[in-house]
C-alpha cells in the first residue's frame, strides 16, 4: 500500500502512476482475502500484466534514459528529498559524535536544506547538522554499505591511541591515530564524520600535475601505450609493464606538492615530520587489522598539519587478499 507523498518526486510519482497501482492493489487485496487454499492466482499476473509490469517498464525506461543526468546532479534539496527531516528543528538529540560528558551537550538545531553529492563510485551526500551551539557538523550519508565494521575499526584506533599517549617515548613523538565518528544508522547505512581541512592524495597529486602542465593520469596513458587491455596482461606482463612505467616517471609529485603548499622551510619540516610519523603509525594498524583497499582516495591529508587521515574500512581482515578480482598480494 502506498503511503502519503512525503517529498516533490514522490508527488509527481503518484500523480503519475497513482491510478495504476491502485488498480494493482485491488486485486491483491482480493488475492490475499481468499483462503490460502482457494487463492487465485490469476489475480496475481492481471495486477502485474495490466498494472505493475506497465509502470515498471516505463519508469525502468526513463531512469535508463536519465542515467547521465542523474550521474551530473550535485547537490540535493533535502524539500525535494525528504520533508520530515527537513521540518526538524531543535530536537532534544545530540548531534553525532559530539557526546562528552565533560563538555555542553550540543543538540540538533536543524538540517542545512542542501546536500553535496561527492564524486566517489557510490556517490555518497555530504549533510551539515546546525548544531545548537551555532556550528555546523559535516557528515558524509553512506548508502548501500554496512557501516558497523567503520565503527569497530574506530574503536580499536581509539585503544591503539590510548597506549600510544601513555607510553612516554611515543607520547614524546606525538605518535597518534587520527579519529571521526562513525554512526551506523541500520546494517547498510551510516553517518561517517567528515574531518575537516583535509583533502585526499589524488586530489592533491592531480592539482599538482594540472598547474605543472603534467597529464594528471601520466601513468594510465603509459599503460594504454603498452596495451589497450592492460588490465587483463598476465602477471609477469603486468610487473614488466610496472617496471617501464616506474622508469619512466619520477615519483616525487607528493614530495614537489607539499613543498609548494607549505609557507615556509619550518611549516614544509613540521608536516613532512608529521606526515611521517602519522603514516607510519597506521600503517602498523592496518597490519594488524589487515585493512585493503588503501588506494589515494582513501587517504587524506590534513591541510594545516600533514597527518593522515584513512577513511572506507569496509576491507578490513584482509578480505582484499582474498577477493575474486584483482587480489591484493601485499599485505
Not at 503518484?14 to 482457494?38: C, D, N, Q, T, W
Not at 532534544?92 to 563510485?121: M, Q
Not at 603548499?261 to 615530520?273: F, N
Amino acid at each position: 500500500q502506498m503511503r502519503n507523498p512525503q517529498s516533490l518526486p514522490e508527488l509527481r510519482f503518484v500523480h503519475r502512476f497513482g491510478k495504476e497501482l491502485a488498480a494493482a492493489e485491488v486485486y491483491l487485496e482480493k488475492y490475499i482475502a481468499s483462503a490460502p487454499m482457494f487463492r487465485d492466482d490469476s489475480l496475481l499476473y492481471t495486477a502485474w500484466n495490466l498494472h505493475y509490469g506497465p509502470v515498471f517498464a516505463k519508469n525502468k525506461s526513463e531512469n535508463f534514459n536519465d542515467q547521465r543526468m542523474v550521474l551530473k546532479v550535485k547537490t540535493l534539496l533535502l524539500e525535494e528529498c525528504t520533508l520530515t527531516l527537513m521540518r526538524c528543528n531543535n530536537m532534544s538529540l545530540t548531534v553525532p559524535g559530539t557526546y562528552d560528558p565533560a563538555s555542553e551537550i550540543v543538540l540538533i538545531g536543524s538540517f542545512h536544506r542542501e546536500a553535496d553529492i561527492r564524486k566517489t563510485k557510490k556517490r555518497p551526500r555530504q549533510i551539515r547538522i546546525k548544531g545548537s551551539d551555532g556550528h555546523d557538523y559535516p557528515f558524509i550519508l553512506k548508502g548501500n554499505e554496512d557501516m558497523r565494521q567503520d565503527e569497530r575499526a574506530m574503536q580499536l584506533f581509539g585503544l591503539i591511541k590510548l597506549l600510544l599517549s601513555r607510553d612516554t617515548e611515543t607520547a614524546r613523538r606525538s605518535l597518534t591515530i587520527e579519529q571521526f565518528p562513525v554512526i551506523p544508522l541500520s546494517s547498510n547505512c551510516g553517518l561517517a564524520g567528515f574531518y575537516p581541512n583535509c583533502e585526499d592524495l589524488h586530489n592533491i597529486i592531480c592539482h599538482y600535475r594540472s598547474a605543472n602542465d603534467i597529464e594528471p593520469y601520466y601513468e594510465i596513458e603509459l599503460a594504454k601505450s603498452y596495451s589497450k587491455d592492460w588490465e587483463l596482461l598476465s602477471f609477469p606482463e603486468k610487473s614488466k609493464l610496472f617496471d617501464m612505467i616506474w622508469n619512466k616517471t619520477s615519483g616525487d609529485d607528493l614530495k614537489c606538492a607539499l613543498w609548494y603548499k607549505a609557507p615556509s622551510a619550518e611549516e614544509w619540516l613540521t608536516r613532512r615530520t608529521n606526515y611521517t610519523r602519522s603514516t607510519a603509525v597506521m600503517s602498523m594498524a592496518g597490519y594488524i587489522l589487515g585493512l585493503g583497499d588503501r588506494h589515494l582516495a582513501n587517504m587524506m591529508m590534513h591541510e594545516r598539519t600533514g597527518k593522515i587521515v584513512h577513511i572506507d574500512f569496509g576491507d578490513c581482515f584482509e578480505i582484499a587478499a582474498q577477493r575474486e578480482k584483482f587480489p591484493e598480494k601485499i599485505p
